[in-house]
């Protein structure tokens, strides 16, 4: 792929133009980030291991009837995907409380929520990715009141499929992050569902097997993904 149709270097991932003018191309490093890039890892097979695992997911999310800008896989670690307009948005769903919630509220990690929390963050790396509430977004002008309820309607039905697909492998499926776009005026999932982006819990054992293990120094990183992929593969 030529660096001249390099569009976005990102912190897990590069993004080209394809052929095709309505498409574009994503490749997956070898790279694990935390803390907004300030930890940062080369990790050699964990590229290979995130597009084969956010493959399997959108699959099933596709067979289910989510529309996605997955178009098809061209190799272990290149995905073909619609170009779309993404809404500068993080969606956040939590099943369970961990992460910033528990570090917000001071809130016992672990415990299961009456109902699924949906946040949005804005996306930006400048300033840290912000939190952002609905009257914000509609304030300024980051989506409409009909899209945002399009969202999070999009984000619980996902949510709704994810819980038994992760529990058939003996995943707790604590929280997520998701992101949209608009492609000829419809809004789909954008980006990847990897576990550097969800947090998974192994059912019996509780230990995170998500990107927790790099962030907390918890064990191998790529060890983990390959276990995620295996399970959701053999079960
Ligand atoms: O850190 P926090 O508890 O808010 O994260 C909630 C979920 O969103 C986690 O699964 C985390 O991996 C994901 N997330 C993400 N990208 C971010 C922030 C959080 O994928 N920039």
Known sequence: MTEDKLLYTGKAKNVYQ??????????????ATALNGKKKEHLPGKGVLDCRISQVVFDYLIQN??????????SDH????????VFPLEVVLRNITSGSLVK???????????????????????????FINESQIHALGIADKKELEYIKEMTLKVNDL???FFAQSDFDLVDFKLEFGKYNGEIILVDEFSPDNCRLWDKTSHHSMDKDVFR?????????YHEVLQRLTTK
């Open 65 to 74: 009837g989510i529309k996605t800008h997955l178009v098809k896989n061209i």
């Open 162 to 164: 994810l819980v038994p």
């Open 18 to 31: 394809a052929d095709n003018e309505d498409e574009v191309l994503i490749v997956y490093k070898d790279q």
């Open 104 to 130: 917000k509220f001071h809130v016992e990690a672990g415990q299961k929520l009456a109902e699924p929390i949906i946040e949005f963050y804005y996306k930006s790396d400048a300033l840290d990715d912000p």
């Open 78 to 85: 290149e995905q073909l995907v619609k170009k779309t307009d």
């Open 216 to 224: 907390k120094h918890e064990g191998d990183l790529v060890e983990t």
